[in-house]
Nanobody
Framework: QAQLEESGGGLVQPGGSLRLSCAASGFAMKFWHMNWVRQRPGEGPEWVSD????????RYADSVKGRFTISRDRAENSIYLQMISLKPEDTARYYCAASAVPLTRVTTLNEFTYWGPGTQVTVSS
């Protein structure tokens, strides 16, 4: 059974940093577009970043470009999201999700093939 599990969320002050991790089991991430998606209460999901199955250039939403970095560890079957210069508007639940094709505009997590339970990131002083 394919599963994703995120970790690394927490409370951080504005300007701080966090590193999110996502571990997969039951499938090989290297064959999938791996995404980070976030969702604030009462809002739809916002695509944040992805990295393709063959590597290539990662993509980022304009709102996080220059502050977030996605990476993949093929040996560990994991992906990561390094976040710096965090802002209060980055507060959200962050999900790791797998898709067969590149996705950016999504209205529901169901558009992904697999997704995890998420990890909460709160940016507040």
């Amino acid at each position: 059974q394919a599963q994703l599990e995120e970790s690394g969320g927490g409370l951080v002050q504005p300007g701080g940093s966090l590193r999110l991790s996502c571990a997969a089991s039951g499938f090989a991430m290297k064959f999938w577009h791996m995404n980070w998606v976030r969702q604030r209460p009462g809002e739809g999901p916002e695509w944040v970043s992805d990295i393709g199955p063959g590597g290539g250039t990662p993509r980022y939403a304009d709102s996080v470009k220059g502050r977030f970095t996605i990476s993949r560890d093929r040996a560990e079957n994991s992906i990561y999201l390094q976040m710096i210069s965090l802002k209060p508007e980055d507060t959200a639940r962050y999900y790791c999700a797998a898709s067969a094709v590149p996705l950016t505009r999504v209205t529901t997590l169901n558009e992904f093939t697999y997704w995890g339970p998420g990890t909460q990131v709160t940016v507040s002083s």
